[in-house]
């Protein structure tokens, strides 16, 4: 922190006398001891940067009444930590004021409102640039419980057998009821080659919850955001895995294709999509949707609502389009789908209900190497319904079934070419 400080001085007439020589004699004193003090100050506070500061009488004013909050509190705890606790010499100061910070964020009760050490300030741009060594599995809180939201397409996640809806209860036999998702996915990720040890209750077709022992050996994991299969019929099934940086440029390729190949209908697959970039989901919604059509609302904590509205050019608006989700479904993909279905009365949303993850984090930087992640508002459909916690309710609910998962087949896909079809008039 840098101070700046700016003298005041007065213009004074001296007479050189002894009685106005004397009183200079007096002022060159105490500024003598005023910079002796200054500096060995100044020496003891660069030697001792990382000693705590004692604020013993600080107050903080409650913003939420007219109490004040009596900081001094803290630092006794602090004090109390410093020299009571056991393994006192082994405590850094700098881990301390970040599980504080994390203390206060936890407070709002708000799974997604957290800080961001250096090390998942770093391992966050990893995965933003699409690469990153773990078992590819987004997580969330759902129900106060840690959940699988979606293992991505052919990680170590899926390939262990982990589904959108797990409820992770035990990582290397530590429980998950105290975690947050932070520091869940700190405990996921690893070397590549490396196991790790899931214990996970999972919902059978009878409703009950199972309990199940996973292992799963992390990878590097490589996100891919877009894929296209040409099914028969002149139908196209699009999978669209992530809204990442590259999802646009992927998506206009894909475009491309479906032209050249003269498609007649669109199956846009977003089951397992766990969300990403708002900009990139606003601008696929766009491809399918008019000008000036409302893709989502952003609601602050005032209750003030602003719509984000449709962008460039709509070269699928005329084009058919099934829609499937399911409990992996999340972020940006209820906002995709919540927007095709409030401004298009032709397509038909088929799967499951979608995972309800529906709130707005701003990533603000509070260093070079830190950042807080803040929930700074809600999404809403252009109707105006609420997502978070709620999800998006499919036309057409298909079940997917353990014996499904286990024999390879997809009756949701299956029933959304079903509906593709009768759309172009074909058997």
Do not use: C
Not at 28 to 50: C, E, P, R, Y
Not at 119 to 131: K, M, R, Y
Not at 204 to 225: L, Q
Request: proline share 3%; charged share 30%.
């Amino acid at each position: 922190m840098i101070e700046e400080y700016q003298d005041s001085s007065q213009e004074r007439h001296i007479k050189k006398t002894k009685k106005h020589g004397s009183r200079i004699l007096m002022v060159f004193v105490a500024l003598l001891f005023s910079g002796i003090f200054f500096f060995f100050g100044f020496s003891i506070g660069k030697n001792q940067q990382s000693a705590p500061v004692s604020f013993d009488l600080a107050v903080v004013e409650n913003k939420e009444g007219n109490d004040e909050v009596d900081f001094a509190l803290f630092w006794d705890v602090w004090d109390l930590v410093k020299e009571k606790y056991v393994d006192h010499d082994s405590l850094e100061a700098q881990d301390m004021i970040n599980g504080a910070i994390n203390g206060m964020l936890s407070a709002t009760g708000d799974p997604y409102t957290v800080f961001l050490d250096e090390d998942q300030f770093a391992a966050l741009n990893e995965e933003l640039n699409g690469s990153f060594e773990g078992i590819g599995a987004e997580v969330g809180i759902k129900d106060g419980i840690l959940t699988i939201v979606t293992p991505l397409e052919d990680s170590p996640a899926q390939l262990a057998g982990l589904r959108p809806g797990d409820k992770v209860v035990e990582i290397e036999d530590e429980s998950t009821a105290d975690m947050s998702i932070d520091e869940a996915v700190d405990r996921m990720r690893g070397e590549k080659g490396t196991e790790l040890h899931l214990k996970i209750f999972r919902e059978d077709d009878d409703g009950m919850m199972d309990a199940h022992e996973i292992t799963v050996v992390r990878d590097t994991i490589h996100i891919d955001s877009v894929r296209v299969e040409f099914l028969e019929d002149d139908i196209a099934h699009v999978k669209l895995i992530q809204f990442g940086e590259d999802t646009i440029k992927e998506f206009n390729r894909i475009i491309a294709e479906v032209r050249q190949k003269k498609t007649k209908g669109v199956v846009l697959d977003m089951r397992n999509d766990p969300g990403g970039i708002l900009h990139t989901a606003v601008v696929i919604a766009s491809k399918f949707l008019p000008n000036n059509a409302v893709v989502v609302m952003e609601e602050d904590a005032q209750g003030k609502r602003t719509n984000l509205y449709t962008t460039g050019t709509h070269p699928l608006l005329d084009m058919p389009v099934v829609v499937l989700i399911n409990e992996g479904s999340a972020s940006a993909s209820e906002i995709l789908a919540g927007a095709l279905r409030d401004n298009r009365e032709d397509v038909v949303i088929v799967g499951a209900q979608s995972f309800g993850k529906g709130s707005v984090q701003e990533l603000i930087p509070t260093s070079a190497k830190t950042a807080a992640k803040i929930t700074v508002a809600k999404w809403l459909t252009p109707n105006g319904e609420q997502i978070n916690e709620v999800g998006i309710t499919p036309d057409v609910e298909v079940k997917y079934t353990n014996d499904d998962f286990e024999n390879d087949n997809d009756p949701q896909l299956d029933r959304a070419i079903e509906i593709m079809k009768e759309k172009l008039g074909q058997e």
